[in-house]
């Protein structure tokens, strides 16, 4: 008996060759576009305003395929042109973070260079998912929807996702364990009111209030919420890009695969959590059409004010921002 063989070109969500585009080819785009060809997720077009950079990163990337046993292709440019089809859009470029400063100082330089980016990058692939990296990450989350005119579940921010593994890591780290045993939940902003959440961590299913003394906890919790400034202080020049660019290609490869995961990411609420009109780290199921819903955890009455309270601060930055873009 013969089997029939769908022909691809009758699905239009069939596509052999996913685009992802990259802008800013710094640590954190270069990394990502790593991450994405190695793992055989898509084809990865890499742009910077600084000619030669994507160019030279998109080049090393490529002498390495054979090594790496993948044919896909990096292709650096600093013509918008070139990234046209894109199934998904990331903003990386930015300027980072020097020690002694916040997230949010970086807002106004950088709010203004993602705004662009996002409207040069989205005339060329206006069907494309919108994916946001760079800080402050909710309040451009924001920014960069408004600039793109896409619907809200197509635009999301890193964020809970990189600060759950950070409290993953420190869990693991502190208990001696493998981090595969362990599950972590953060929600709320990408800064300093981020909401680690203890009860719903665990430790192979134990939850990790049986493994360590609160003392512990809140230790754990602390150094989750200053894990970026702990890394910028190390580092004096820059800040991390490993985990996030890993965090970030998580969230593509779930998009790309149709993986629909669980995971925590700055997305636009419309009443969820009592929250509306504001992008915050909250659990999603990830898939092709990106957001595709927000799960409602049952949180206590603290853990409740403080998401709150997260969100509340996005929102005034937010706004913030936006009258100084229109100054």
């Known amino acids: 008996m013969s089997r029939v063989i769908p022909n691809a070109t009758q ?9 992802v585009t990259v802008i800013g080819a710094g640590n954190v785009g270069g990394t990502l576009a790593q991450r994405i060809v190695e793992r055989n997720i898509a084809d990865v077009v890499l742009l910077d305003v600084v000619s030669g950079r994507p160019q030279g990163v998109a080049l090393d990337l490529m002498e390495a395929r054979g090594l790496e046993g993948h044919d896909r292709s990096v292709r650096g440019t600093i013509d918008y042109g070139d990234t046209a089809g894109s199934s998904i ?16 100082d970086l807002t106004k330089t950088n709010a203004q260079i993602v705004v662009e980016a996002v409207k040069q990058a989205i005339a060329q692939s206006p069907n494309a998912l919108l994916l946001v990296v760079t800080n402050p990450l909710d309040v451009l989350t924001y920014l960069a929807w408004e600039a793109s005119g896409l619907p809200p579940e197509r635009v999301m921010g890193m964020a809970g996702i990189l600060d759950s593994s950070r409290f993953q890591t420190f869990i693991a780290l502190e208990l001696g364990v493998s981090s595969r045993d362990v599950d972590a939940m953060v929600l709320g902003s990408h ?14 299913g134990i939850p990790i209030a049986q493994l360590l003394d609160a003392a512990t906890i809140d230790r754990l ?5 200053n894990g970026g400034a702990e890394i910028v202080e190390l580092m004096q020049t820059g800040g991390a890009y490993y985990a996030p660019a890993s965090s970030t290609c998580a969230m593509i490869e779930a998009i790309v695969q149709n993986r629909s995961r669980l995971l925590p990411v700055a997305a636009y609420l419309t009443g969820q959590y009592g929250l509306t009109d504001v992008f915050i780290g909250v659990p999603t199921r990830l898939g092709r059409s990106g957001v595709e819903s927000v799960l409602e955890l049952e949180l206590l009455p603290a853990e409740l004010e403080a998401l709150h309270q997260s969100a509340e601060a996005v929102r005034q930055r937010t706004q913030a921002a936006r009258e100084r873009l229109g100054e």
């Open 89 to 104: 859009v990331v903003i990386t470029a930015g300027l980072p973070r020097k020690p002694g400063m916040s997230r949010d």
């Open 191 to 204: 800064g300093d009111l981020m909401v680690p959440l203890p009860r719903y961590s665990s430790v192979n």
């Open 221 to 225: 919790v602390e150094r989750t919420r």
């Open 11 to 19: 699905d239009s969500t069939f596509n052999p060759s996913p685009q």
